[in-house]
């Protein structure tokens, strides 16, 4: 049996990226991260919106931040960094496991 972990996922992408497939790629990500868990398992989604780039990366100086709260399996973020990593509108994303309370 699986462990479900508590995550904190923060993907930075292109703001050159047009909405609806910006839109589109949430939607298909928010899936991903479900992995049919069911309703509790569904993570939180928050626009964080376009922000300044600390530091140009691939010539962009502004990037639209997304964050997730989500609960994974530690075994499945594998094949999702990868899928990302694919993905040539993503910039940077970021998996933090939160603390056990």
């Known amino acids: 049996m699986t462990t479900l972990r508590d995550y904190e996922v923060t993907i930075v992408m292109s703001a050159q ?3 609806d497939s910006r839109k589109k790629f949430v ?4 899936e991903t991260l479900t992995q049919g868990e069911g309703e509790a398992a569904k993570p939180v989604m928050q626009d964080w ?3 300044l780039l600390a530091y140009p ?13 989500a609960q994974l399996d530690p075994e ?16 940077r994303y970021l998996f933090v496991r939160k603390e056990e309370k």
């Not at 990366?57 to 709260?69: N, V």
Request: charged share 30%.
């Open 17 to 19: 990226w047009d909405d």
């Open 57 to 69: 990366i691939r010539k962009q100086t502004d990037a639209i931040y997304i964050y997730f709260d």
């Open 27 to 30: 939607t298909e990500f928010t």
């Open 76 to 91: 499945g973020i594998r094949p999702i960094e990868q899928n990302l990593n694919y993905n040539e509108n993503i910039l």
């Open 49 to 51: 919106g376009k922000r």
